[in-house]
């Protein structure tokens, strides 16, 4: 079976959850099936032992118009090389057009994976302007003509079921996301000490690991809340570092709305660690495990591949009871979970930020000044994601889905 996946990011351009699934995906399928990969961000050199990848650069001839009338031009591109793949696979709107177009020109099923939703995610109209309209019919025409739809938790399949109420509810499949196991593993010495090279590392970028850590991992954009979390940290003990890898803003004004808090905030207290860059690999998981507890505020949220990364690092995880995220954490075993009334007009505000940012100091300040429990927690966090959440049990799982939706076709 040849199965060519569509997508905005792989690597070496990643910058978020999603190009990290794809990039897992196509690496655990590819001894399985014939895997074809098509992302942006033009060429790719070749990769004896991955799948076979094509990039695609931005057409000239649109250089200038709305950034999604350059999208749908490489999903032109895109569709017309998929000639001889028995099915398609996209994921997230950038690439959906691209796998319906193809799915009609060659005559093959196509399969979505829902990493997040248009409807939910109506800020985006501040990054895109008229170009939220265009991101937001394809992917209803995707999704409306999918062979499949992959959700990757039963959150986003309700929210799925709730947004586009014509798709047919057999056709939606729950596929968690997966961590890769040998590459998120916290660096101890043979005392369970963090290596010297980790402390280093931690150190370099501005953490103390010998002093309690909260540390968010996620790009600056709406769906992250972290403007909730910057001001329920004012709350935490003055000895608890506030640690941000938060990068890559949507749009100017969350920036300046992130950057004032932050400003604001370090102000107050000191040990607020803002790392603006993407991390590799390696220095992230020294930050991580330099740190006593992961927290993810967000608002809208289907899953969270950060989340089994910092779990799988050994980190409890304090998250908000919203999406995908009481999937991943066991509420009172793995982390803790935080109550968020939301609106239901697609924006997911909360209904009252005072008390959501109160609860999640609250829950912070609990793990943060007992590092004990945390360390425990943390323990049976990589314990839940090592039984739950692997990329073989992905692949199977994925696999089956392309066999059902064949059989369909």
């Not at 369970?192 to 501005?206: F, I, S």
Request: charged share 20%.
């Amino acid at each position: 079976m040849r199965v060519d996946l569509l997508t905005r990011e792989y690597p070496p351009h990643v910058y978020g959850g999603a190009g990290v699934h794809v990039a897992e995906l196509a690496r655990v399928l590819a001894p399985l099936l014939d895997v074809r990969v098509r992302a942006f961000d033009g060429p790719r050199e070749a990769d004896d032992g991955g799948p076979q990848v094509t990039g695609y650069a931005p057409l000239p001839e649109l250089a200038g118009a709305n950034a999604a009338l350059g999208t749908f031009g490489v999903d032109l591109a895109m569709a017309a090389d998929v000639a001889g793949a028995d099915l398609v696979h996209s994921h997230t709107w950038y690439a959906n057009l691209a796998g319906h177009l193809a799915s009609l020109l060659h005559g093959v099923p196509h399969v979505v994976t829902a990493h997040s939703l248009e409807p939910l995610r109506p800020w985006k109209a501040e990054q895109l302007g008229g170009g939220y309209a265009l991101s937001s019919w394809a992917e209803r025409t995707a999704y409306l003509g999918a062979a499949g739809v992959i959700a990757v938790s039963a959150g986003m399949r309700a929210d799925i079921l709730r947004s586009y109420p014509d798709v047919d509810p057999d056709r939606v499949h729950v596929v968690h996301n997966g961590i890769d196991l040998d590459g998120w593993r916290r660096p101890v010495d043979a005392d369970g000490a963090l290596t010297p090279e980790a402390r280093a590392a931690a150190v370099a970028h501005g953490v103390d690991p010998d002093a309690p850590a909260v540390v968010f991992v996620g790009r600056i954009t709406r769906q992250k809340g972290l403007p909730y979390l910057l001001r329920a940290a004012r709350a935490l003990p003055p000895d608890v570092q506030l640690v941000l890898c938060a990068g890559a803003p949507d749009t100017p004004e969350i920036a300046a709305e992130v950057s004032g808090l932050v400003a604001e905030l370090a102000r107050e207290r000191s040990g607020v660690v803002w790392i603006e860059r993407m991390l590799p690999r390696e220095e992230l998981v020294a930050v991580l495990a330099a740190s006593t507890v992961f927290v993810c505020p967000s608002i809208y949220e289907p899953l969270g591949i950060v989340n089994l990364e910092a779990m799988a690092v050994g980190l409890p995880v304090v998250g908000s009871a919203t999406g995908g995220i009481p999937e991943v954490v066991d509420d009172g075993v793995t982390g803790l979970l935080v109550p968020l009334a939301q609106e239901q007009d697609g924006t997911g505000t909360p209904l009252d930020p005072e008390r959501f940012e109160a609860d999640l100091a609250a829950a912070l300040t609990a793990l943060a000044t007992d590092r004990a429990r945390a360390a425990a927690m943390g323990r049976a966090a990589r314990t839940r994601v090592e039984e739950h959440f692997s990329w073989d049990a992905v692949a199977a799982r994925t696999v089956e889905v392309y066999e059902r939706v064949l059989a369909r076709a």
